[in-house]
């Protein structure tokens, strides 16, 4: 039963990072797809703000589809989001170029976007809090990292197919095998919902809605819990800038201001992914020993300290600058991003719980997320390569004061229905 469900979340979850960052990864070949030839920049620029469109409406999904985890069941919520998330990724892989369709092209790609957004939404929060549930009380912090891993795994899968993919035939990839991924991974996603449907509803949830608690306005609630709803925006608010700019800018900023090529890009990408998912597991079962508080504020100190340093040493243009580089972005999104989540969903009341972790998620995603790869864009622009890095460490800056400050240690709180942790204490014991 454990390997069903960690198997479930974690394939499921990495089929839906796949989907929705390769197309980060693919930013400069769709400029030239889908954006009119003339002005590289401008078509990259408008790329990059397609890429952030998709953010902004993650909080519409994280509220449609937590709400539905919360009313109608964790199970129910996971299945439907990966089903939408295996047609519109699939969708991108067909869609005509802008040779072809004009001005449709870039409209059909913001369309296939948006709706990987609303499906990203409630993803991630939906597959932490169902295992968090499942999970044996003194090991929720592996559980739950296991899943948070599972981004950067998936991730990882989208850089090394899109090197094989060049290696094979730079003509090929930039005439139609760019296209490969997308078809690919939505036929991933189809197995990750089958997956899931096999999956019995979270225990915690059971137990919530036999008793007639289950929430009637998960979103109203969330709203009311205030004092927690902003702790975890301020917490997730960096781990979207520092994410964000790892996957979703600093690839860009590599190959077209640090004058790395596509291909050393894309390895170092690949190799620092792998470091991260693997700091992830360490990091989620580290918190079960020390707790989850020490854990992040690390992480929220080596971003202050290692972010400019990390695009000042990307500038080099080698190998191995740049996973130097990617390694010191990757620290603070292992650190911050597992302990931030399994604190997250441990703060949260279960019967609000997939609402309010996707909710502050995803505000925090739309609204310092998705512009990570435009603002950096924009600040190399202005100000000079190191620009980035110091947005970076101003926010984290900020959020360590908050985390001092505001942030209590979750590790000893109860992650199931009250009635529940005795027993499943006991059970997990016995076993």
């Known amino acids: 039963m454990q390997k069903k469900i960690l198997g479930a979340a ?6 839906e990072s796949f989907d929705f960052v390769i197309y980060g990864y693919s930013a400069t070949i769709i400029a030239r797809h889908f954006f009119p030839a003339g ?3 401008l078509a990259l620029l408008s790329t990059l703000g397609v890429y952030g469109i998709a953010f902004v409406v993650r909080p519409l999904g994280g509220a449609v589809f937590g709400s539905l985890g919360d009313r ?4 129910t919520a996971l299945s439907t989001v990966v089903l939408i998330m295996a047609v519109a990724t699939a969708a991108v892989g ?4 802008y040779a072809v369709a004009g001005i449709a092209a870039p ?5 296939c976007r948006l709706v990987q957004g609303l499906s990203i939404g409630a993803e991630y929060t939906s597959a932490a809090s169902y295992v968090m549930e499942q999970a044996p009380p003194h090991r929720r912090g592996l559980w739950t990292s296991a899943v948070g891993s599972a981004t950067f795994i998936g991730a990882a899968l989208a850089s090394f197919l899109l090197l094989a993919l060049q290696l094979s035939s730079v003509a090929a990839y930039a005439d139609w095998a760019w296209r490969l991924p997308f078809l690919l991974g939505g036929a991933m996603a189809l197995i990750g919902l089958y997956m899931r449907l096999r999956l ?3 225990r915690t949830f059971t137990a919530i809605a036999g008793r007639g608690e289950t929430s009637p306005t998960p979103i109203r609630e969330s709203f009311r819990n205030w004092r927690v709803f902003l702790l975890l925006l301020a917490v997730f608010s960096l781990l979207a800038v520092v994410s964000q700019n790892f996957l979703g800018y600093l690839p860009t900023y590599l190959t077209t201001t640090g004058g790395v090529p596509a291909k050393t890009a894309l390895i170092s990408s690949g190799i620092a992914l792998v470091l991260c998912a ?3 597991i360490v990091t989620g079962a580290l918190s079960d020993r020390i707790g989850r508080r020490p854990l992040l504020i690390a992480g929220v100190v080596v971003a202050v300290v290692g972010s400019v340093p990390a695009y000042l040493v990307a500038a080099g243009g080698s190998l191995a600058s740049t996973i130097v580089a990617e390694i010191l972005l990757v620290i603070p999104a292992a650190l911050v991003g597992m302990t931030a989540t399994i604190a997250a969903v441990e703060l949260v009341p279960p019967r609000i719980r997939a609402t309010s972790t996707a909710l502050t998620y995803n505000i925090a995603y739309a609204v310092f997320g998705g512009t ?3 603002v950096g864009a924009l600040l190399t622009a202005r100000f000079g390569k190191l620009a980035p890095g110091a947005y970076i460490t101003v926010l984290a800056a900020l959020s360590l004061v908050v985390v001092l400050l505001a942030l209590p240690e979750t590790r000893g709180r109860a992650a199931t229905a009250p009635d529940l942790t005795e027993e499943r204490e006991e059970s997990w014991q016995a076993q």
């Open 10 to 15: 974690m394939i499921g979850h990495t089929v």
């Open 39 to 41: 002005n590289p920049t």
């Open 72 to 75: 109608l069941g964790r199970r």
């Open 94 to 97: 067909l869609l005509p170029t």
């Open 107 to 111: 409209l059909l790609l913001l369309a």
């Open 200 to 202: 019995e509803e979270s």
């Open 278 to 280: 693997g700091l992830s």
């Open 372 to 374: 990570a790869p435009l």
